[in-house]
């Protein structure tokens, strides 16, 4: 196996692989509990082959009349300790932010940090 990409659809990420010894780009979806799984021998067709695979997901659902899984709500709950909640709405205050924007503005500065050491 050989290097890790994302890339998205419709809100739904694709993590992309290369198997190496049979020569195969493939993925799966990573942000819903259903499978969704794709492939390809061609790096150029593998993002059509992901959008083909999160579209029959999508219909699929309509057909069985279930709502598909969606991929995040944007709401996320994070517990601390109380000295940590302390420190942090402390640091949010000297910023001259609420909590909720400080603390995402931070993690998603982390996120993409993290994101740019798989590309």
């Avoid at 990409?5 to 990420?13: D, F, V």
């Avoid at 069985?64 to 942090?88: I, M, N, Q, T, W």
């Avoid at 982390?110 to 740019?116: C, D, R, T, V």
């Amino acid at each position: 196996m050989s290097k890790t990409n994302l890339i998205t659809y419709k809100g739904y990420i694709g993590e992309i692989s290369f198997d190496k010894d049979s020569k195969i780009f493939y993925g799966h979806v990573v942000n819903t509990k259903d499978t969704i799984t794709f492939q390809s021998e061609n790096a150029k067709e593998l993002e059509k082959e992901f959008q083909v695979s999160v579209d029959t997901y999508l219909d699929f659902c309509k057909e069985l009349g279930e709502l598909p899984e969606k991929p995040y709500s944007g709401r996320f709950v994070l517990r601390l300790s109380p000295d940590a909640h302390r420190s942090v709405a402390l640091a949010a205050q000297a910023a001259n932010q609420t909590l909720n924007k400080w603390a995402a503005q931070h993690l998603i500065q982390k996120a993409e940090q993290e994101l740019q050491g798989l590309n």
